[in-house]
């Protein structure tokens, strides 16, 4: 008899690619669909919290997790020494052990993420680790038989209790039910665990912390939870000897903002000084670099601003992963991992030479872009209240309801759908308090934008479809020469198509007193 029959290779080939797939992507609906065939619900295409809906699995992972138990019961008793079996159903057995583990657990993991958040101290001691080594021996330690992948406990304890951390913070940082915003917690995911999990689980997870990541953004997009759900997501290895983790997450994310410090002051908190490096250097001081331990992570908000000098000692430091302390000459090795975030246009700032290319190059081996809260809004316009009834959750508590109709009654009476919100999620917040004080809110009106920037802006964020970007093209250049004929020479496209590209709407609003 062979090991897997069809129908559980098929099964097991569905689970392994849900396991190890970004829970963020729509495509895990995919995998569910396949794991399931006609017993799968129909769920969300992408998944963001939702603020009646608490973080628990839904009912497809509850289904598919009662299949995988009674298959990996079934399929260890017929691994035995001597058995015959393909590699690949061998693994294929591992992955779904895994997710029988990773899930059986997940719960537990939970409870120690939210106790040590609220305690703002590590876990401490895990005392359920002894339930999970006696699942684990029993799932994929088989007497006589030596296994692909040969896990070991105390890292596959750490690294689930590192997903839970990952979907935890994401989770609840990153929120709102757009594209936008599901594309960004891809890309979150795929900085703290790569786009491949099995190489990062294997070799990967130790070397993550030699990675910079870059956020890009325009202000009040949230570049700083970005950094923080990477930041409190990373590998700490588990120590199986005293049941705890070795370092403390809660404690491992160190934010600095550098427009708010002058020059001296930021190599201080960075490199730490010895005593007379400066006037005012009384005592030795440590900074954030020497501070910072392996699984920590300093963040660097508003790198932008950084002053060119300051560039080449954190090139330094990204290079070779050492600096020295303000007045001294003993180099010290920095071990944790650097977040960088700004909403400047660093092209610019390089052409200007107020950027180094060199540090710029050192900085963007992994980029994210935070997107605009109106690009949210062009994509999914019922995000606004979404996003409005998640702040008032914050905001008022138990009114939070009440609240949210108010605030997004007086939007769509007073400022309009169309409003741009150049503050984006922070400016959004502030309406929501503002409403909820004085009963409304009156943004500071810049000074009018013309159609031409807003469709440059468009076409700069990629907010607009190919279709959009030909019409509303051909619309701007016509406008211009006032000639089909001409526009077609201009594009180096058919007259007949130019004609037909034109958008009345768009034109009106380029040529109002045409």
């Known amino acids: 008899m062979a090991f897997l029959n069809s129908n559980e290779r098929g099964f097991l080939r569905a689970v392994s690619n ?195 990541t870059l956020v890009t953004g325009p202000t009040g997009t949230g570049k700083e939870l970005v950094a923080r759900a990477i930041g409190l997501s990373r590998y700490i290895p588990f120590d199986s000897k005293t049941l705890t983790f070795v370092e403390d997450f809660t404690g491992s994310f160190h934010a600095l903002n550098l427009s708010a410090l002058p020059s001296t002051l930021i190599e201080s908190e960075l490199f730490g000084h010895r005593r007379g490096a400066f006037t005012g250097a009384l005592d030795d001081r440590r900074g954030w670099m020497e501070v910072c331990r392996p699984g920590g992570t300093i963040f ?52 200007k030479g107020r950027f180094r290319e060199d540090f710029y190059y050192r900085l963007c081996s992994d980029l994210i872009v935070t997107p605009s809260l109106h690009q949210q809004l062009h994509e999914s316009p019922a995000v606004l209240r979404e996003l409005i009834l998640f702040i008032a959750r914050r905001v008022a508590g138990a009114e939070a309801e009440a609240l949210a109709d108010e605030v997004a009654a007086w939007i769509d009476t007073h400022i309009g759908r169309d409003y741009l919100w ?56 016509y406008a211009q020469t006032g000639s089909y004929e001409e526009t077609a020479r201009l594009l180096q496209v058919d007259r007949r198509t130019v004609k037909s590209k034109i958008d009345p709407q768009f034109l009106a609003h380029l040529r109002p007193t045409g």
Not at 119 to 124: C, D, H, L, S, V
Not at 423 to 447: D, F, S, T, W
């Open 18 to 212: 849900l396991g190890y797939c970004n829970p963020f992507l729509p495509e895990r609906i995919q995998y569910e669909r396949e794991a399931l065939g006609r017993d799968f619900r129909e769920a969300e295409p992408v998944w963001s919290m939702r603020v009646h809906d608490p973080d628990r699995p839904h009912d497809n992972i509850l289904k598919i997790m009662e299949r995988v138990e009674t298959v990996v019961r079934t399929l260890r008793d017929r691994l035995a020494p001597g058995t015959t079996a393909a590699r690949e159903d061998v693994v294929l057995y591992e992955d779904a052990a895994l997710f029988v583990l990773y899930h059986g657990f997940r719960d537990h993991f939970s409870e120690a993420i939210l106790r040590a958040l609220d305690e703002k101290r590590g876990p401490g001691r895990i005392g359920f680790y002894a339930n999970f080594l006696r699942d684990w021996e029993q799932c994929l330690h088989i007497p006589g038989v030596t296994l692909p992948t040969q896990h070991h406990a105390p890292h596959l304890f750490a690294c689930f209790f590192q997903v839970r951390r990952a979907f935890h913070h994401i989770f609840s940082y990153i929120i709102g039910g757009s594209m936008a915003a599901a594309r960004l917690r891809t890309a979150v995911w795929q900085s703290i665990f790569t786009h491949d999990m099995r190489r990062y689980r294997d070799s990967l997870y130790g070397r993550m912390g030699d990675i910079t």
């Open 300 to 351: 660097l908000d508003e790198i932008g601003d950084l002053d060119p000098s300051i560039q080449v000692k954190l090139l330094r430091v990204l290079q070779a992963r050492t600096f020295q302390p303000l007045g001294d000459t003993a180099t010290k090795h920095f071990h944790g991992k650097i977040i960088a975030a700004t909403n400047r246009d660093i092209g610019e700032a390089m052409e």
């Open 422 to 477: 150049p503050g984006n999620i922070r400016e959004l917040e502030q309406c929501v308090r503002n409403v909820m004080i004085r009963k409304e809110y009156h943004p500071a009106r810049p000074r009018p934008v013309s159609v031409q920037e807003e469709f440059s802006k468009a076409v700069g964020t990629g907010m607009l479809t190919a279709d959009e970007l030909l019409r509303r093209y051909c619309t701007l250049v």
